[in-house]
């Protein structure tokens, strides 16, 4: 068990909808990495909130957004969803209080959406 | 920016085989460096990570991995695969200098997928 929790663990919906999916991240971390997981596209970076600030954006789609609160924990909001959306979303965390980031990130179980 | 590349995309071998992952990276710096390994169905892990002192790290279930900075190469090694290896193996890289920014800088490779016949 990392520490990270991710809800839902699954999630089955139509093209054109919206889903938010979220993450509670390790307890003291202050980082929230996103990422997604398809077959074609391999692990790809989406988003890094730090403290409840947007710190990195990697490639992250127009549609998609996320925000980090003040208790930390972190939702990833998807819209207008497309059948390629279909993919495994995992949350990272990292960084306690204090520390630098290393580059060890710490991982969910993930998202497992499906868009039909 | 940094870049990871892993040579094989897809290995399959028998139970007891060794295994050997290559990893490769491009960066001018001085990085830290992690395996994380996914085992079928799961979220990735750590399987080891290197940031600095004795170049042959171990990890955990009998892996290790050397880093040899000359050649920018992190290959992961098991002297003796099992069944409960078979998973998918990805190598990432970090730089230093990046350590004490608090923003993403880490870059992983492709991943390399294991699949070990019993």
């Known amino acids: 068990d990392s520490g990270v929790t991710q809800t839902p663990k699954h999630l089955i919906t139509a093209t054109g909808q919206r889903v938010t999916l979220r993450c509670s991240p390790r307890s003291g971390d202050l980082s929230v990495y996103w990422y997604q997981q398809s077959l074609d596209q391999g692990l790809q970076f989406l988003i890094q909130?730090?403290?409840?600030?947007?710190?990195a954006k990697g490639n992250i789609l127009e549609r998609f957004s996320a925000q980090q609160f003040p208790d930390l924990h972190s939702e990833l909001n998807l819209s207008s969803l497309e059948l390629g959306d279909s993919a495994l979303y995992f949350c990272?965390?990292?960084?306690?209080?204090?520390?630098?980031?290393?580059?060890?990130?710490?991982f969910g179980e993930g998202s497992r959406l499906t868009v039909l | 920016a940094q870049s990871v590349s892993q040579h094989n995309h897809h290995v399959i071998l028998s139970e007891a085989a060794s295994l050997e992952l290559g990893c490769n990276y491009s960066?001018?710096?001085?990085?830290?460096l992690f395996w994380y390994v996914q085992y079928p169905g799961q979220h990735l892990q750590l399987l080891l990570k290197y940031f600095s002192g004795d170049p042959l790290v171990k990890g955990i279930k009998g892996f290790e991995a050397e880093f040899i900075k000359s050649k920018f190469s992190f290959n992961l090694r098991k002297p003796s695969v099992q069944w409960s290896d078979t998973a998918e193996y990805f190598c990432?890289?970090?730089?230093?200098?990046?350590?004490?920014?608090?923003?993403?800088?880490?870059?992983f490779g492709g991943g390399t997928r294991v699949l070990v016949k019993p």
């Open positions: 990272a965390s990292s960084v306690g209080r204090g520390q630098g980031t290393t580059g060890e990130l710490f």
């Open positions: 990432a890289v970090h730089p230093w200098a990046s350590i004490k920014a608090a923003g993403n800088k880490l870059t």
């Open positions: 960066y001018g710096g001085t990085v830290n």
């Open positions: 909130y730090y403290n409840g600030e947007e710190r």
